[in-house]
């Protein structure tokens, strides 16, 4: 079936280190989001991903969408505690539903 | 513009028993989708609704249905409830079939 595999699961991280999670699709999406969930919060975008190689960025974050349209990472650079949470990717293939990937939780200590 | 908003906030409820959901989506918004969030199994599609009628579903048992209503305000219900029902249940809207998701804070469902 359609799914996403994110990774890592879990990552901690000293303020000021740089941090990268993955997904993954075994097949070809037709676009990608991202979304950061703060601990006892819900889900809030971040940006989305159509055209294949795209990169964007907003401020330390980077996203990137690969050329085959089948992974995306997003990368924050010189994390700050602000930017603890989960994140999740959120892949789409045409059927107009997205399906989110399992997270990779950010802990980041001052 | 006010957000998505859910009710109730929190609900325990037994096994067995029934339960309703209610999701208002923003103003304008005429996609609504619900998930299901536990801690092992991250965000899990459960259907999605626009302009009243159902356009996907996930991969859950039939207990679990909706309705959209011609305001765009949708429910979620759930029968016969079992343990593992328990979780967060997140209603999104969006104003594009497949655009970003505004989530509302989410129903918290204890079932014992």
């Known amino acids: 079936g359609q799914q996403v595999m994110q990774i890592p699961q879990y990552q901690h991280v000293q303020e000021g280190e740089d941090f990268t999670t993955y997904c993954n699709s075994s097949?070809?999406?037709?676009?990608i989001q991202w979304y950061k969930q703060r601990p006892g919060g819900h889900p809030v975008f971040l940006i989305q991903l159509v055209k294949s190689g795209e990169v964007k960025k907003q401020k330390r974050l980077t996203f990137q969408f690969g050329e085959a349209k089948k992974n995306s990472s997003l990368h924050i650079t010189a994390t700050q505690t602000t930017d603890v949470g989960t994140y999740f990717c959120a892949g789409e293939w045409d059927t107009d539903k997205l399906i989110f990937g399992t997270g990779t939780r950010l802990q980041v200590f001052p | 513009k006010a957000g998505v908003t859910q009710t109730p906030r929190y609900l325990i409820k037994t096994r067995g028993q029934q339960v309703t959901l209610s999701c208002s989506p923003i103003s304008g918004h005429r996609s609504v989708s619900w998930y299901q969030q536990t801690p092992g199994q991250g965000l899990q599609f459960l259907f999605e609704y626009f302009s009243e009628t159902q356009r996907n579903k996930g991969n859950f048992p039939g207990r679990f249905s909706g309705r959209q209503f011609s305001n765009s305000r949708s429910e979620m219900n759930v029968s016969t409830l079992e343990l593992g029902d328990s979780a967060l249940y997140l209603c999104a809207s969006s104003s594009d079939l497949v655009g970003k998701l505004f989530f509302g804070s989410g129903t918290q469902l204890s079932v014992l």
């Open positions: 097949t070809t999406l037709s676009n």
